[in-house]
């Protein structure tokens, strides 16, 4: 079974700082893989997925995440970090079955940003 | 355009009292789901229904029970609430089981 490591359950910056929240898999075979983030109160939205092709992948709001096979990694990265930003991240995981895929969701990271 | 409903928001029972929380999409999306959300523990899947008129079991199905009405609509059911049951639940659906899952905004639920 496929399982998720966000390792930082809770990190502050200050805004313009750069950002990288880390997220580690364990599965077998190469697997999808996403960031979602969830403002207070509020669902989860997606930021961006990668399924295959390049690894450096390009989301929403200015965050990139690149997926490293070799250490079962793929961190999200932001260069200048704003106060909206503030939120809780989510990484997931899900194996290609041909059928309906099955997200694993990490723990989590909550960002706090100050001004 | 709404994207995924849920009803109620917010949720108090009693133990052993039943409800059910609906889930509607306008998407005309194929596959929906029901996660629940700890803290510490990120979310969880319950169920999930890759198409009309199917469902399979998730990470965490004890205690629920799951109806696929139709193509828009997938309802969470407690039959007999325990505190262990206290959450936030969320619906997601997708335009296949491949695709991107858009989430609802959640269901509070206390059980006292």
């Known amino acids: 079974a496929q399982s998720v490591t966000q390792p930082d359950i809770h990190i502050t910056v200050s805004e313009g700082a750069s950002l990288e929240l880390r997220c580690n898999y364990s599965y077998g075979a190469t697997p999808y893989l996403f960031w979602y983030v969830q403002s207070p109160g509020q669902g989860l939205q997606l930021l961006l997925k990668y399924f295959s092709g390049d690894t450096l992948v390009q989301g929403i709001k200015g965050f990139e995440a690149e997926f490293k096979r070799s250490q079962s990694s793929f961190n999200l990265r932001k260069p200048s970090v704003h106060w909206s930003d503030a939120a809780e991240y989510f990484c997931?995981?899900?194996?290609?079955?041909?059928?309906?895929?099955?997200?694993?969701f990490g723990t989590g990271t909550r960002l706090q940003v100050t001004l | 355009n709404a994207g995924v409903t849920q009803t109620p928001k917010f949720q108090v029972l009693k133990t052993g009292q039943s409800m059910t929380l609906q889930c509607a999409q306008d998407?005309?999306?194929?596959?929906m789901y029901w996660y629940r959300q700890d803290p510490g523990m990120g979310l969880r899947l319950i169920y999930y229904s890759a198409s009309e008129g199917t469902t399979d079991k998730g990470e965490v199905p004890n205690g629920y029970n799951v109806s696929r009405l139709n193509k828009r609509e997938f309802s969470l059911r407690l039959e007999s609430a325990a505190p262990s049951q206290t959450s936030v639940y969320f619906c997601?659906?997708?335009?296949?089981?491949?695709?991107?899952?858009?989430f609802g905004p959640g269901t509070r639920l206390l059980v006292l």
């Open positions: 998407m005309n999306h194929n596959s």
């Open positions: 997601a659906s997708g335009k296949t089981s491949l695709e991107t899952q858009y």
């Open positions: 997931a995981v899900a194996p290609y079955t041909g059928t309906a895929s099955k997200l694993t």
